[in-house]
């Protein structure tokens, strides 16, 4: 029974670029949310998708967007890169949206920006 | 927001010394979860825990909703015990749940 798997592990980018972040959930969960946590720091809640539409959105720009796909899986975008947006990005899945399950993690993307 | 402060912020202990993690938490919850996450940056969810007590071998974990605040147990503690633990929480709301709001964790080193 696979976990959750999230792709690339590492990544470099220049500020201004853009980049895509892929996250697979765990098999039976249909809903995905994405986490940054800066170094020293727990976790902070990005969004949550669930039936391919954004349901909750946490303190972050417009330039943090996301995607649900038919099959569960989804992507977080970071356009216009800042120095700031240097951080481990997490996503995580769930069975229910009404958090009535327990989060499960995947090991995360280390995105560096330079 | 809510508020989530976990205590304290750092442990050292000998192997197979038990321990206490405290969580305390400013406004009722629909739910709280403690996780791990190893030195390798991997997190993983440890319990699922509103109200009540649960176990889970050496450790186990209490939640008083009433008080607002949850306790980790980690008893015999090993190497692999080290780590950042962190409670978690998602307040009632009337949309989706888990958008959870982390504590600061507790980072917990086990000498051998």
């Known amino acids: 029974d696979a976990g959750v798997t999230q792709s690339p592990t590492h990544l470099i980018k220049t500020r201004g670029q853009q980049v895509t972040l892929r996250c697979s959930p765990k098999s039976g969960h249909d809903t995905v949310s994405w986490y940054q946590q800066a170094l020293g720091q727990g976790p902070q809640f990005i969004f949550q998708?669930?039936?391919?539409?954004?349901?909750q959105r946490g303190n972050f720009p417009d330039r943090f967007s996301g995607h649900q796909f038919p099959n569960y899986s989804s992507e977080l975008n970071v356009n216009a890169l800042l120095l700031g947006d240097s951080a481990l990005y997490l996503c995580?899945?769930?069975?229910?949206?009404?958090?009535?399950?327990?989060?499960?993690f995947g090991n995360g993307t280390r995105l560096t920006v330079t | 927001g809510i508020q989530v402060e976990q205590s304290p912020p750092d442990l050292i202990l000998q192997e197979g010394a038990n321990s206490t993690l405290r969580c305390n938490f400013s406004d009722s919850v629909n739910n709280l979860q403690w996780f791990h996450q190893n030195p390798w940056g991997q997190l993983i969810n440890l319990f699922y825990?509103?109200?009540g007590t649960k176990q889970n071998g050496r450790l186990s974990a209490t939640t008083v909703a009433t008080e607002r605040y949850s306790l980790l147990y980690i008893s015999s503690s090993q190497t692999t015990d080290s780590g950042v633990y962190f409670c978690a929480v998602d307040p009632p709301r009337e949309a989706a749940g888990n958008k959870l709001t982390f504590g600061g964790g507790t980072r917990v080193l086990v000498k051998p």
């Open positions: 825990i509103p109200s």
């Open positions: 995580a899945s769930s069975k229910y949206p009404g958090g009535n399950s327990p989060l499960h």
């Open positions: 998708y669930y039936e391919e539409e954004e349901r």
